[in-house]
């Protein structure tokens, strides 16, 4: 569980995150949602201790991440996955080398035993045995995806974070990497935080939304409660596609 | 700051290793055909134009040879010789790094609680410096082979008086003062590289003015450093 208390960042007295608090719980899907610039990559980016926050606190299952020295940070990191936007696998290693690479650095497992666990995690993300030797470049976006989750569940990470996992990728392959991360979730009972702006997403898997706007906590609940919201900048924000409109007429 | 982050025990040994031999392979092995080639000629040239220098019947006939020894070993197998590589190895590094940061992949090692300038950087310093003595000495060997060259293929030079003037007064200490010279340099070019690099920001522009960056500031720094290390070690 992530517990956000009260926190407050700025950037040159610009504040950016105004005194946000939430709880994320495990087993379930957190969507960090809003407009663009309406501060959900700073919130996560502060959320993994890549950003600093001027007051407030970020508990890792009761560990206050402002009261952490670099070094415990580090370990604190070893225990979260995180899926980039670009993917960010490291391009000089081929599919399989990035799937172990976390395995190399911190595990104690034999040679054997982390080939059998990346083998695992790549099945796992359902990636065909004959990519398993390629570099990234030679893949498609939606199996970079999958090759960056199965990188970052390789090490069973009680946090996994996700930073627009649909960006750049087609309607059909969003839906299977939505489904990836919930049953992942489910799965693992591991606390998945995801920063979206696709609705498809939000209303396919976030089990506990967070909407921000300008900085501001405005409205929080599950993907259940988001369409018959009464909140006008979350509507706004929902209801800018015509088709949700049409959806929230028909429901009515 | 970063040299604070670099300079430390690797988390794992192993993986070290693997990237140092990758690196030695990437930044030694495959700076040779360019050493060799521009090594060869250069040494060619310097005999070339020593020998039209020289052309007095008061001076020796050895100290063509002679003058282009003393010529690789002092200033162009140390210090020209890292210019160059500023502008392979320099670029390669920094537009390597710089790539890394700006598609997210260090943001990544660090998330995964990696140190990644550790990881990335201190491989690349230490096999670039363990090369530098022996890119010096094939360097130098393929110079005085050009400067051989023009007495074997040429009039202007017979190989006897050259290979005399290679033997002349040979000092082993300009040996030494190169190759610390070299090892500096080498220093100077991987982490001004990384550190340009490391820090890059923004997209492939920003990669390729930091790697434009590493190689001007490290070249102005090898002449700074020239100059200094020429005055302490002669």
Not at chain 1, 67 to 76: F, G, T, V, Y
Not at chain 2, 40 to 61: D, H, R, S
Not at chain 2, 74 to 85: M, R, V
Not at chain 2, 108 to 120: D, F, P, Q
Request: proline share 3%.
């Amino acid at each position: 569980m992530i517990e956000v208390k009260d926190i407050v960042k700025s950037f040159d007295g610009n504040v950016v995150l105004d005194h946000i608090s939430t709880v994320m719980r495990d087993g379930e899907v957190n969507m960090i949602i809003g407009q663009s610039g309406s501060g959900k990559t700073v919130l996560m980016k502060s959320m993994i201790g890549l950003h600093t926050v001027d007051s407030g606190q970020i508990l890792f299952d009761g560990r206050n991440l402002a009261e952490m020295r670099s070094k415990d940070i580090r370990l604190l990191h070893r225990e979260v996955g995180m899926l980039f936007q670009g993917s960010a696998l490291f391009d000089s290693m081929s599919v399989m080398e990035n799937v172990l690479f976390p395995m190399e650095m911190f595990s104690t497992m034999t040679r054997s035993q982390m080939q059998e666990r990346a083998e695992f995690c790549l099945r796992r993300v359902e990636m065909p045995e004959r990519v398993w030797n390629l570099m990234p470049s030679e893949i498609s976006g939606g199996q970079q995806k999958r090759v960056a989750i199965a990188r970052a569940i390789v090490l069973e990470p009680r946090y996994l974070f996700c930073d627009e996992p649909n960006s750049g990728l087609d309607p059909k392959t969003s839906l299977v990497i939505d489904a990836l991360i919930q049953d992942i979730t489910r799965e693992y009972n591991i606390c998945t935080i995801v920063n979206s702006h696709d609705m498809n997403s939000i209303l396919e898997i976030g089990d506990n939304i967070l909407f921000l706007k300008n900085g501001h906590k405005e409205w929080q609940g599950s993907r259940h409660e988001i369409m018959s919201s009464d909140n006008e900048a979350l509507n706004d924000f929902v209801f800018a596609s015509e088709l949700f409109k049409k959806v929230k007429i028909a429901n009515k | 700051m970063l040299m604070a982050k670099v300079l430390r025990v690797p988390d794992r040994q192993r993986m070290f290793w693997r990237q140092y031999s990758r690196e030695l392979e990437k930044q030694g092995l495959q700076s040779l055909p360019i050493v060799l080639l521009i090594s060869v000629f250069i040494g060619a040239i310097l005999t070339i134009q020593a020998k039209t220098n020289t052309e007095n019947p008061l001076l020796p006939t050895y100290i063509t040879g002679l003058l282009t020894r003393d010529t690789l070993l002092l200033e162009f197998s140390s210090t020209i010789l890292c210019l160059i590589l500023a502008g392979k190895v320099g670029s390669n590094i920094a537009s390597e790094i710089g790539t890394m940061r700006i598609t997210e992949q260090i943001d990544a090692m660090e998330i995964m609680g990696v140190n990644s300038a550790n990881y990335l950087i201190l491989p690349k310093i230490i096999a670039f410096m363990s090369m530098m003595p022996f890119l010096f000495i094939i360097s130098t060997a393929a110079g005085l082979i050009g400067g051989w060259g023009v007495g074997a293929f040429t009039d202007i030079i017979t190989i006897h008086d050259y290979l005399l003037g290679v033997q002349y007064a040979f000092n082993p200490y300009f040996v030494w003062y190169a190759i610390i010279k070299a090892l500096v340099f080498a220093f100077v070019i991987t982490s001004m590289a990384s550190y340009y690099g490391y820090y890059a920001r923004g997209g492939a522009l920003d990669v390729g003015k930091a790697s434009t960056n590493a190689v001007v500031n490290s070249n102005i720094m090898i002449l700074f450093l020239d100059l200094i290390l020429s005055k302490l070690l002669l």
